[in-house]
């Protein structure tokens, strides 16, 4: 028996513990949550069903049937003569999003967290999903395939073909007015609004982010233009700035506010609208997250509503497909083509082929789509494990606030922890970092003194495992620290 | 037969036209020469012995020994029951340099020149050379072995095994000081230009540009800094300039100036960095070509005499394996890391894993080294039969200079030509546009008055063939417009 799998049924599948339906159902059950939320991996192999059913002390035709059904729903495969495998390929049209409503029991810890060496704070998605054989496989076939004038491909706008699939998925999926030839390709939002502020901003206009926002995107705010301001965020997302200032640059996250999540009702995306129009500024949507909905209807982007004269729209593929892989696109109003295209030739020329040519294919070949909605219920599931876990060890400490979208949630100190003046959201951040979470102190995220306390938890890219593990010694560190 | 060889050895391989050697030698020497020049590209098949002997009316023993001789040098393969084909993957040691001395005999138009849509004007490699199939393959490896991790590498330097592997050739081969933790990865030069200017320039600083010089730097200099001044090239290369103010920064091109082709002696090195140290100024080295040297031995880098305090040392990849590929580097003096690499991070984060992940493992296995020394010699030969057919159908306007590196050849009008007062180098150069060859007026380089008259031409990626048409056609062109 491989040593993952005892481990994990010892720990993980003690069947018997559900109360609802039969033995096989549940251990139905339990196994397709494992692979959902990754704590059996794929091509993981299973015990053969006769020394599982002696460990689990059912009848052998229990795990026959459990494993027989999750063969046909697509989460196992069999393979002659070597017995049955986590399947390498989960067929998305198989995976139930109610999937993660059993989670496994709590137990010791099992794997040390090793996560907090090469991993930015927040933000990552289920890593463990992409399919790297596939993209090696693609990018490979994409080279076989192309003539030698592939090796002088020189588009300054990027690589056509990938600004045509993009622009088939934005005014299919997000609602965006957008043609192939508005689409600039970019490393990402970085480079993006760098390209915007140095192209079409003068010394004396203005930046204007939101407040708490995006550490990255302040960082190059800063080293574009003179001016930056912030605008808060309410309860209904970014407000729309006082200044009666013209020819600013507003950058604002609609679908899915970084950090605190809210998704900005139809109304407010009107109003600022009509503050760009009667300011005549530019706004920058920063769809960073957009592809992970959970819950509900996306609602339509300020680029679709504003009709474009107005709304520069910006997507990234990192979040979606993987962080090393530096690809993203504006959308440009067409007059704004000229003069951020002209600036792109002088500081960058146009974009390697490398990477826009192996995702070309992984998108227009329908892998793209296909890996979202995968991760969209793999993500779903490990939110709900992870609060699941989260509030039964730290409850006490802090309140969770569940969100319908995004890679992160947000943690509040409870009243009790507030009043024991134990640390605050930085000494808070870097014992659960310590222990192996994706933890960013919340406060970080403001620009001004009335910074609120709590911790910006990435949840996406963790096992059910880890999870249970280092939230229960995160447990344990704050009674230590704070004795309640 | 192939049509493509059927026409060639009709026009190219009339034996018996050579006065020198035996039938035998003959055929091999013209056979190797088109193969070298790329008139038969790699994978061609040949003709059967018999039927290439009736066809140039030698006995068949004659082809056989030519055609065995070559197979023994590695020009040729055999494929069991498939016939004899040119090698895929020609071993540079069997090359050799001298192979171009039987250059094929002109004759009429053969295919028509279909260059000018998507090359840039000049300075390409041999691009039909590149291993295009090993390239898949090395991705594709890569990707297969490496781990999750690599979905996540974020070092805003760049990938440090790329670097190490960079560090390494230019320590041996250019005489560079570098260390892997000195080298930053960028898209290009022009990436380097504006990161260097944007965190080390103030705004009364001036960035100093050679005169002639490349366009594209020009336009990125503007860009970047608010003052650009020139500093003119003599016969030693770019002069020491003249200002007396501080904090400049001087981009040149030492070992083959750009559009001139001079290497810059170490007297005039030496007093550029005695220039640099007295102003407190840097220099960017521009080592955009230096691969390509055809004769003599490169001399030591500004960086490498300098000790490094003073010069950046710059370089691309994308002449020397693809453009489309967009991969560069800078080396950096110790103490400009941290602010070029703050830079670097505000406005572009990192460098995306796909194209440094294939190259590092290009370089690393050794294809980095043996593409370079088998397009050194393709280029060299190429050089040969461009000045042979240049020479022949157009000295009467045109005198073109040898040189002995780069991927450029400077043609000035004959006296003659300047006094007929036929158009200007604009007009030529759109005249050799037009019947396929790569050719930009050198007075587009100058930024003054004084701007001197001629053709700047891309000969390393042209055959025999297109060589021999299109200057045929340019020829009957110039004579139809200056009547001479």
């Not at 407010?268 to 706004?283: C, D, F, G, V, Y």
Request: overall charge positive; some cysteine; glycine content about 6%.
């Amino acid at each position: 028996m491989e040593p993952i799998f005892e481990k994990l049924i010892t720990t993980t599948f003690a069947v018997g513990t559900e109360t609802t339906g039969t033995l096989q159902q549940q251990l139905h059950a339990r196994l397709r949550t494992a692979i959902l939320c990754g704590d059996l991996p794929a091509a993981t192999r299973l015990p053969s069903s006769r020394a599982f059913a002696v460990q689990q002390a059912v009848s052998r035709n229990t795990v026959l049937a459990a494993y027989e059904q999750l063969v046909a729903e697509g989460y196992l495969e069999t393979r002659r003569g070597a017995g049955t495998f986590v399947s390498r390929d989960l067929p998305d049209s198989f995976i139930q999003s109610n999937a993660a409503q059993l989670p496994p029991q709590p137990s010791s810890p099992m794997r040390p967290p090793q996560k907090q060496a090469s991993h930015p704070p927040t933000g990552l998605p289920a890593v463990d999903a992409f399919p790297l054989d596939l993209w090696a496989r693609l990018s490979s076939t994409a080279w076989r395939h192309a003539s030698k004038d592939i090796l002088l491909y020189r588009d300054p706008m990027g690589y056509k073909p990938l600004r045509r699939a993009i622009a088939t998925y934005l005014t299919a999926a997000r609602s965006v007015r957008a043609h192939a030839d508005q689409i600039l390709i970019v490393s990402g939002l970085q480079q993006g609004l760098t390209l915007i502020a140095d192209s079409l901003m003068n010394a004396r206009d203005t930046i204007i982010l939101e407040n708490p926002g995006y550490g990255g995107l302040l960082r190059t705010a800063r080293a574009a233009a003179p001016q930056v301001a912030f605008t808060p965020v309410d309860q209904l997302g970014a407000c729309v700035p006082e200044t009666t200032q013209k020819n600013n640059l507003l950058v604002v996250s609609p679908s899915h506010q970084y950090p605190l999540g809210i998704t900005m009702p139809t109304a407010r995306r009107l109003a600022l609208i009509q503050w760009a129009k009667a300011t005549n500024s530019l706004i920058l949507e920063d769809d960073y997250d957009s592809e992970f909905r959970y819950r509900g209807r996306p609602l339509n982007s300020l680029q679709g509503i504003a009709g474009g004269d107005h709304v520069i729209y910006g997507g990234s593929f990192s979040k979606v497909t993987f962080l090393a892989l530096r690809l993203g696109y504006l959308v440009l109003p067409e007059h704004l083509i000229e003069p951020v295209l002209k600036r792109r030739e002088a500081t960058d020329s146009f974009p390697s082929i490398m990477a826009q040519l192996a995702l070309a294919k992984f998108i227009s070949d329908g892998h793209f789509a296909r890996h979202i909605r995968r991760l969209r219920k793999i993500h779903a599931a490990r939110q709900q494990i992870y609060i699941q876990y989260f509030n039964r060890h730290l409850s006490r400490y802090f309140t969770l606030e569940a969100s319908p979208a995004g890679l992160d949630l947000v943690a509040r100190p409870t009243l009790e922890l507030q009043q024991s003046g134990t640390g605050g959201d930085n000494i808070w951040a870097k014992a659960a970092h310590n222990v192996g979470l994706s933890a960013l102190p919340l406060s970080a995220t403001y620009r001004s003194q009335a910074a609120q306390q709590g911790l910006l938890l990435g949840f996406a890219n963790f096992t059910a495992n880890e999870v249970r593990t280092a939230t229960h010694k995160l447990a344990q560190i704050m009674l230590s620290e704070s004795g309640f």
